[in-house]
């Protein structure tokens, strides 16, 4: 059962004395700082205020998906019938996703702010209790300042509630100023802040939270543009911290699909998945705290048991040619079926083929967070309750093995815990079937029989050619988490023909090695080899998850890889609209988001961002 943060909006609060002949300026109709924050309840209420901007429909509810998501070669926006956005690289300083977005993480930290300033209104709350909540505030701080830098560059550093309107005039800190007070914040949470296996959900933030993004924020410090790449090593500091906590003992999930099944059916993993933006219920309550994830970027269907999806997104052919043959991440997130129409209960899947046409892998939507495991009946039409992962434990190896190749190139250490993750992900079934002995006499397909080595699961037919058994191909897996009923064995089993009128035929089996998951020694000859493998399966891994425009740019390549991109998809689909996605692209224009025309018209102290 999802845990739910329940919030308090305003108290009304009615008079019945009589009236007064002077000016109350105490407000009536919402809380005042003054008299409030004196319960340990009343400071659950105003931090899970500041929780609920992470999914706002400005934030990871809605906008965040289409701002930090789909500017990338992972996936692009599918609707060419919405003209501008950031999305298309040809948003202007007016643009209402990017204002909304500005305005909510300005709003998220004006809350903070406000409850830090209050929180020790009234000391008799346990200092345990209010050091919780004071490390808690302190980080969603640092974190929306962290979106912030990374979206806008250098912004207004506000460290103090806004009090009058001359406070909305401030001019903005440098990125380092930003980055510094980011640090220094999420530092001083990690030590108030509570284990997540006390408090048992990733919905809230945790030491392992703490932790893990303070890797991420050093490895961004690391990159463009601050270039400090002395912050690898406090990469690696965090990065053992959080590794070495026995007490949360993360690991990643042995199964890919079901760290998003588990975020589907609003369960929680905290072993792989450490940090969540929280959503929940079906809007059918008056505590609306449902977002867009599956909805906006999901498997496109009007069938609303399995979920409806408008599918906003889609997924390009260098993501879909990124996998390698083994790599079952694949087909989870690039599933290979359509939801059957109404009246087909959920789930109910029409399988496709592999993709040969280059054109087409443009053309279908990413599978990664899938309606059809919502348990929560009806479904809303247009909303859902499926959590926004914001740091996974897989996260985590990935960025420790990048800070570990970047000083030292690719040690053993590093590229072992590629290889983990790799294997997790990779199949351990039938690879392929070689005919020894095609026989003779069959005047119908054989019956297949798969047994012993060490497993089960595999299902296969049998092609029969003018008598002679000529191929045997493996059956579809019909929920779609993998392409094939491969099986999982830990020895080639036995591949026995009967039937089928002939005889004589022979078929032995292959089966994926865990080693055939390892990276090859091509990539690890060298840190800049290493290095692009990482970038890479970073995608291979956490596409979909918002971070891979932030990673092009920290590694310097948005510009070129998105120039790769159009001319790469103007040979796949020439003269499409969608290659103007990539195309537009402007440096120093685009490496940043406008600053919103409403803050510049506020703020008389606001200098706008280059090239805007």
Known sequence: MKIRHIIILGLLCISTGSCKDFLDTKPKDALFPGNYYKTAEELDFALTAVYHCLGADAMYGNNALYLLGWTADEGFMNRSSIATGAFRLNHALGDSYVTAFWRELFNGINRANILLENVDNNTAIPQEKRNTVKGEALFLRAYFYFLAVQNFGGVPLKLASSKSAVDVHQEKATVKQVYDQIVNDMTEAEGLVQDITALGFGGRVSKSAVRGILMRVNLYMAGYPLKETARYDEVIKWGDKLMGDGLAAHAINPSFPNIFITMAQEKYDIKESIWEAEFSGNGSDIYVETGRNGWINGIRTTNTNTGRSDGYMSYTAKLYNCYEPGDLRKYWCIPLFDYANLPAVSGTKNLIGEITSEATKYLRYPGKFRREYETLIPKSATRSPINVPLLRYTDVLLMYAEALNEKSGPVATAVNMVNEIRRRGWSKGIKSFTISNGGSGYT?????????????????????????????????????????????????????????????????????????????????????????????????????????????????????????????????????????????????????????????????????NPGW
């Open 444 to 608: 119908s397909a054989p019956t297949v029989t798969i047994s012993g080595g060490g497993g089960s699961g595999a299902s296969a037919k049998a092609v029969v050619t003018g008598g002679v058994v000529t191929a045997i191909t493996l059956d579809r897996d019909p929920t779609g988490e993998a392409f094939s009923l491969a099986g999982a064995y830990t020895s080639a089993p036995t591949v026995t023909l009967s039937g089928g009128g002939g005889s004589g035929a022979q078929v032995t089996a292959e089966i994926y090695t865990p080693q055939d998951a390892d990276v090859k020694a091509p990539f690890t000859a060298s840190k800049e080899a290493f290095r692009k493998f990482l970038q890479d399966e970073r995608m291979r891994e956490l596409n979909f998850e918002n971070m891979r425009r932030a990673d092009l740019i920290r590694w310097e390549i948005y510009e070129t890889v998105n120039r790769d991109m159009a001319a790469t998809m103007s040979t796949d689909i020439p003269g499409h609209v969608f290659i103007s996605y990539y195309s537009n692209i402007e440096v120093p224009k685009h490496l940043l988001l406008p600053i919103p025309n409403a803050e510049m018209l506020t703020n008389n102290k606001m200098v706008q």
